[in-house]
């Protein structure tokens, strides 16, 4: 069974406006949850990290919210630029174990 | 700074060959980690380690064996090849547990045919 899911495999977006990557998780143990970004024939690339202690977390034109009720965190970008058109992939990792369990991505499109 | 390196960038094998993909990290890491990326099923963890000489078993082991001979070097062995096992490998590397962040190598395309 999937513990974390991030249910749109793609969205597009106009340059200027906000991207809102969603992922939901089943596990309420996950107590760390990253964010990574990966371009075409790239490795992934961590972008921004959120404790469970938080519900926020911003850097610079990023920003993780966390609503650990709901077990949903999500990914704000904004201004979106072009070269923010890449795949995301959300993570969350179990405490006392070295591994993180990753979503399945999402494809961001930013459309100048 | 290199940071991690994988080796080779292509392969093609035929079915029942064997292969050994080489992950080199330059930056002292003590975990690292060999994962899968098939579309639609995101990253999926092969095999990790949490130090020198250590090994464990992910979440898709079956077909795989790694090796940890050396802190800076993290090996993934095919010993029979099947087309199931045609994806891209990514191996990765972290500071250790509690920090993880992990810094990813640019991946290995693997046609088994």
């Known amino acids: 069974d999937q513990q974390v899911k991030q249910n749109s495999p793609s969205l597009s977006v106009q340059e200027g406006r906000i991207s809102i990557l969603n992922c939901d998780y089943t596990n309420s143990m996950f107590d760390y949850f990253l964010w990574y970004k990966k371009y075409p024939a790239e490795g992934p690339t961590f972008l921004i990290s959120?404790?469970?202690?938080?519900d926020k977390n911003e850097d610079g034109r990023f920003t993780v919210f966390l609503n650990k009720s709901a077990k949903h965190l999500s990914l704000h970008i904004v201004p979106s630029q072009p070269g923010d058109s890449a795949v995301y992939f959300c993570?969350?990792?179990?405490?006392?174990?070295?591994?993180?369990?990753f979503g399945k991505g999402t494809m961001l499109l930013v459309s100048p | 700074n290199a940071g991690v390196t994988q080796t080779p960038k292509f392969r093609v094998l035929k079915t029942g060959q064997s292969m050994t993909l080489l992950c080199a990290q330059d930056m002292n890491h003590e975990y690292m980690y060999w994962y899968r990326q098939d579309p639609g099923m995101g990253l999926r963890l092969i095999h990790y380690s949490v130090g020198e000489g250590t090994t464990a078993k992910g979440e898709v082991p079956d077909g795989y064996n790694v090796s940890r001979l050396k802190k800076q070097n993290f090996l993934l062995g095919l010993e029979s090849a099947a087309p199931s096992q045609t994806s891209v490998y990514f191996c990765?590397?972290?500071?250790?547990?509690?920090?993880?962040?992990?810094?990813f190598g640019q991946g290995t395309r693997l046609t088994v045919v």
């Open positions: 993570a969350a990792r179990t405490p006392g174990y070295s591994t993180l369990t």
């Open positions: 959120i404790s469970s202690i938080k």
């Open positions: 990765a590397s972290s500071y250790g547990q509690m920090n993880t962040e992990a810094f």
